[in-house]
């Protein structure tokens, strides 16, 4: 037995148009037609793009309510606030660093950590 056993198979271009033909009546769905003629789906969906026929790609709808679109809204919001938080305690503690290393250097310690330590912070 060799490593790479695998079968390769090579589809000729009137084998792929008869599949997306078939596909675009809409009487069978990519799952369908996989099943039918022993093809994985992504195959076909590479057929799909290659012959740039889109229209047979999958499409996804999504129904909103209102109270879905404000809850939504709300949510990024509350993330937009949060962000906002974040970045301005990032920046506390920058400034507080720099404060300490100041500090540090103005009274004579060796290091930031030798402050913290005779200050008890």
């Given at each position: 037995?060799?490593?790479?056993?695998?079968?390769t198979?090579?589809?000729?271009?009137s084998?792929k148009?008869?599949?997306?033909?078939?596909?675009?009546?809409?009487?069978?769905?990519?799952?369908?037609?996989?099943?039918?003629?022993?093809?994985?789906?992504?195959?076909i969906?590479e057929?799909?793009?290659?012959?740039?026929?889109?229209?047979l790609?999958?499409?996804?709808?999504?129904?909103?309510?209102?109270?879905?679109?404000?809850?939504?809204?709300?949510?990024?919001?509350?993330?937009?606030?949060?962000?906002?938080?974040?970045v301005?305690k990032?920046?506390?503690?920058?400034?507080?660093?720099?404060?300490?290393?100041?500090?540090?250097?103005?009274l004579?310690?060796?290091?930031?950590?030798e402050?913290?330590?005779?200050?008890?912070i």
């Amino acid at each position: 037995m060799y490593k790479n056993d695998k079968v390769t198979r090579r589809y000729s271009e009137s084998f792929k148009l008869k599949i997306l033909s078939e596909l675009s009546t809409g009487k069978y769905t990519k799952r369908e037609l996989g099943r039918i003629y022993g093809i994985h789906n992504s195959t076909i969906n590479e057929w799909v793009l290659k012959y740039d026929r889109k229209d047979l790609m999958n499409t996804r709808v999504i129904v909103k309510t209102k109270d879905e679109i404000s809850r939504l809204k709300a949510l990024e919001k509350e993330v937009e606030q949060l962000k906002n938080l974040l970045v301005r305690k990032d920046m506390e503690k920058l400034v507080s660093d720099s404060y300490l290393e100041v500090a540090a250097e103005n009274l004579g310690y060796k290091s930031v950590e030798e402050l913290k330590k005779n200050l008890n912070i």
